[in-house]
């Protein structure tokens, strides 16, 4: 009886292993380099968030982004603006000039002023093997614009206009 119970205990300690290894397989293959990251290659190698044992982290957003909204008529409500970037960090925590693209933007203007404001940024490199390496890295940035018209009947005196409210989440 006893031995039967150690095989079982062996068996469950086994197939345990096995999982765990099948398991970290799938999820090293699915942080490997793919095609596309090609592009960021240079004389040493860019890693992914999920290669690296601590991953680059944005310690300065840099200055504000140097946008105005596209023109047109004023209309009552919210507009959100988009831009996904990825580019390039490297072991110095300065993000790489030439490596960042735009993955993803609802306004081409606002993800150019994102993409300018960029060697403005400032982040803790990436370490792997406790070494500071090249990190591929995706940020995304939003900005709203909410514009409320106030009608003010003729002869009357000045609107009183209620205190704006918090920006929306984009």
Avoid: K
Avoid at 36 to 53: F, I, L, T
Wanted: hydrophobic content about 40%; some cysteine.
């Amino acid at each position: 009886m006893v031995q039967s119970g150690l095989a079982l205990a062996a068996s469950v300690t086994l197939l345990s292993a096995l999982a765990c290894a099948s398991g970290g397989t799938r999820a090293a293959a699915a942080c490997e380099s793919q095609p596309a990251d090609s592009v960021y290659q240079g004389s040493e190698p860019a890693w992914r968030a999920c290669a690296v044992e601590r991953p680059a982290r944005l310690l300065s957003p840099g200055q504000r982004i140097n946008w105005q909204p596209p023109g047109g008529p004023a209309l009552s409500g919210t507009r959100c603006f988009v831009a996904q970037l990825e580019f390039v960090v490297d072991s110095a925590g300065l993000p790489e000039p030439g490596t960042a693209r735009v993955v993803h933007s609802n306004e081409p203007g606002f993800a150019q002023a994102v993409l300018a404001s960029l060697p403005d940024w400032r982040y803790r490199p990436a370490l792997r093997a406790g070494v500071p390496v090249r990190q591929i890295v995706s940020e995304r940035r939003t900005s709203a614009l909410v514009t409320r018209i106030v009608a003010v009947p003729a002869g009357s005196g000045p609107p009183s206009v209620p205190p704006p409210t918090s920006p929306p989440r984009c």
